[in-house]
């Protein structure tokens, strides 16, 4: 989970410049770079980022159909 977060910024820069991609990080190069005591801070900030991520504005319209049909 941690890797395909990391990776997220790369996949889009890949998305935007097909002909300059950057390589993805591996879960081998993410687990070298990572300890057990930073996971703990991960968890709050990677929950944080998908509330932030999935948040989603919904408007509704008053329904006129209904009352031209009255």
Do not use: C, W
Request: no cysteine; aromatic share 6%; glycine share 2%.
């Amino acid at each position: 989970m941690i890797t395909l977060l990391a990776n997220q910024s790369i996949k889009i820069y890949n998305l935007k410049h097909k002909d300059d991609k950057q390589e993805e990080l591996t879960t081998e190069y993410v687990e070298l770079l990572t300890s057990p005591l930073e996971l703990a801070e991960y968890k709050s900030a990677i929950t944080e980022a998908m509330f932030k991520g999935t948040a989603r504005n919904i408007e509704s319209e008053l329904e006129t159909k209904n009352k031209a049909g009255k």
